[in-house]
């Protein structure tokens, strides 16, 4: 979610309408209502309650007009934290299905630091699954949405994917 951010670049060729809708206050009040703790990407874009346990993600992203990096919201009191991966497609295996894809690293690293094996997860903008993907490897209760028919049907076949592999090895 980025307040419109997206809609202007030349390269974005994605569907993405949904950048221009800001959460309401009721959805924040329903989050927090059946989450215990979050985490949202983007949260400095919204009215969230002040917090320490902030994530800055460095993209190491050489081009100026994208931005340098990302920050998420926590409802966690630790120190900040940096994660730096490159978002990079030459640099990424990960092959590119939304617009704001995160790597699944990033919930990797996430998931190492503020979760425990069988945890409940709520991710209520699934978009290419990378969460999911991570959720599965840390043996997390995961649960998602997402309401692009387009988006969840290619997080599909990247998570099929993903579970084959475990089936090779």
Aim: proline fraction near 5%; hydrophobic fraction near 30%.
């Amino acid at each position: 979610m980025g307040g419109g951010k997206l809609k202007n670049r030349s390269l974005n060729k994605s569907q993405i309408d949904w950048d221009n809708e800001v959460p309401t206050p009721e959805y924040f009040e329903q989050l927090f209502r059946v989450s215990k703790n979050q985490i949202i990407w983007g949260g400095n874009y919204f009215y969230l309650p002040p917090t320490r346990g902030i994530i800055a993600w460095n993209k190491n992203q050489p081009w100026e007009n994208f931005s340098q990096f990302e920050l998420a919201w926590t409802s966690f009191d630790c120190p900040a934290k940096l994660f730096t991966y490159s978002n990079r497609g030459g640099n990424n295996e990960e092959q590119k299905i939304h617009p704001t894809q995160k790597p699944i690293y990033l919930y990797d690293y996430c998931f190492k630091h503020f979760t425990t094996e069988g945890m409940k997860i709520l991710d209520t903008h699934l978009g290419s699954g990378s969460s999911r993907i991570s959720a599965d490897k840390a043996k997390l209760n995961f649960t998602a949405f997402e309401k692009n028919e387009i988006y969840y049907n290619d997080q599909e076949k990247r998570f099929k994917q993903h579970k084959s592999q475990y089936t090779l090895f």
